[in-house]
């Protein structure tokens, strides 16, 4: 319910924000999600900032958005958890 | 000579984009930075994607740039060679 769904230079991306108390939870996120996209090589653009941590997905292969990436989306849900 | 100086919200801001060869790379790069900013307890914002890392300093507190944020730039271009 938290993902937004937005058109980004014409491609779908899924975006949520992610808060953390500080810098290093932001960035301890940063890496389990890099994880994640590895094991799939399947990779979001992640903004790192204090407190925050903002994963956008999206294939841009086809423009926009796959089924693989609302996987993904759920997958950083169960990270963030 | 790589850094641009751009207005972000009417903030100033030191901007640097760095190239790496995977997604892997930029994450290391993006930890390596990491660990600077809380070494000093100054804190940028970080873009990570895919082959590529994009560094902004700036200070929040004046609303734009401080000797610091320099200071932080060039560290970073350090942690990049």
Not at 25 to 43: D, I, M, R, S, Y
Request: glycine share 6%; hydrophobic share 45%; charged share 20%.
């Amino acid at each position: 319910p938290d993902w937004e769904i937005l058109s980004v230079s014409g491609e779908e991306q899924l975006r949520r924000v992610f808060k953390f108390r500080n810098f290093a939870q932001a960035l301890a996120f940063t890496n389990k999600v890099g994880e994640l996209a590895e094991a799939e090589n399947h990779h979001p653009a992640i903004l790192l900032e204090y407190g925050k941590a903002t994963i956008s997905w999206w294939t841009h292969a086809i423009g926009g958005l796959h089924k693989n990436d609302f996987i993904m989306a759920a997958r950083t849900d169960s990270a963030y958890h």
